[in-house]
């Protein structure tokens, strides 16, 4: 099939100054769906070209027309007040919002292509007409996605968890018990909870976007890295804490953040809040407060290097094949075929 693919960020590295976690997995899922034979034309702006200098248009394809597809597949986009709402030649606009609804129009609507509206962040309404459109299925990457909706999750290479070896992650030096990365987006209550009380005991860094850290002077915000320094923040870390929004812990979205430390051998320590944590990480990294995480995080400093911390790593590893590239890719042929 040629699929048209609607999505506002990178293939690449991108930019820094970037929330796009899709970086981590989007190409991997572009690759896998041309290796199983189909085609894959790109609807939104080039922006690894126009925005962060990467020529990628002798491996891809990009259209800022409307081709003649098969199906459409849309990473959803939602209202972002004075960023994608405004009048497209109004100072920092972006038009990725506007340019959805042309596709839907155009597409869904007018000429009924199959459409799979991805919803990565869990933006679109619970009763939003899309979901009840015949030619329209809604993936969310959730373990509980909402009722009607498949669960799509973010993937990971075959090839990266085949070739994961827990011993030799086990044996990196680590000079930093606790890193977190990520944005502070909907995540203060929990930061609060589970990491800060943590980070003041051990040295730590957080990285990401956080623009009011007033809360927490004492703590150290490095902010947005380059998206290739985030495996090395994971690969001389002990442990990350796995922060989660309250609508993602209540139907077990897990973020990119969990393959990103494990396949580092950075472990993920989880609070027992989210929904089916036993399902991302085993017990013994389940936590419930900020005490629990610093007597866990020095306990994993001691175990550092030796068989319990090869064992924890091998079984956070072995939940990662819900992940597996393969097992999206016959999803979605499954919805798409």
């Known amino acids: ?176 018990p606790l890193a977190y990365v990520g944005n502070q987006y909907d995540r203060d209550d929990v930061f609060d909870q589970y990491f800060a009380p943590a980070a003041r005991k051990w040295p730590h860094i957080i990285a990401g976007k956080w623009p009011d850290t007033s809360r927490w002077p004492e703590l150290t915000f490095v902010g947005r890295v380059p998206f290739h320094h985030v495996s090395e923040i994971y690969s001389t870390a002990t442990a990350t804490v796995l922060l989660l929004p309250d609508r993602y812990a209540a139907v077990g979205q897990m973020t990119q953040r969990l393959p990103e430390a494990v396949l580092q051998g950075c472990l993920p320590l989880t609070p027992g809040t989210i929904r089916n944590a036993e399902l991302f990480t085993p017990p013994q990294l389940h936590v419930t407060d900020g005490r629990r995480v610093a007597d866990t995080l020095a306990w994993l400093i001691k175990a550092t290097g030796t068989e319990t911390h090869a064992d924890l790593i091998k079984e956070c590893l072995v939940r990662l094949e819900m992940f597996r590239l393969s097992r999206q890719l016959k999803l979605l042929d499954d919805l798409l075929i």
């Open 1 to 176: 099939m040629l699929i048209g693919y609607s999505f506002w960020g990178f293939l690449g590295a991108g930019v820094t100054d970037t929330p796009d976690g899709g970086r981590s997995h989007r190409r991997i899922l572009i690759d896998g769906l041309r290796a199983r034979g189909h085609d894959v034309v790109f609807l939104q702006r080039d922006r690894d070209r126009l925005d962060a200098n990467l020529d990628l248009t002798g491996h891809y394809r990009w259209d800022n027309g409307y081709p003649p597809i098969d199906a459409l597949m849309l990473e959803w986009r939602w209202p972002i007040p004075g960023r994608n709402t405004t009048n497209c030649a109004a100072p920092g606009h972006t038009c990725d919002l506007h340019r959805q609804q042309r596709l839907l129009d155009h597409y869904t609507r007018t000429r009924r292509v199959p459409t799979i509206v991805w919803d990565k962040d869990r933006q679109l309404p619970a009763d939003d007409p899309l979901r009840s459109s015949a030619a329209v299925t809604v993936c969310e990457a959730a373990l509980h996605p909402t009722p009607g909706a498949a669960s799509l999750l973010f993937p990971v290479a075959d090839d990266v968890l085949d070739a994961a070896d827990p011993a030799a992650l086990a044996a990196q030096p680590r000079w930093l």
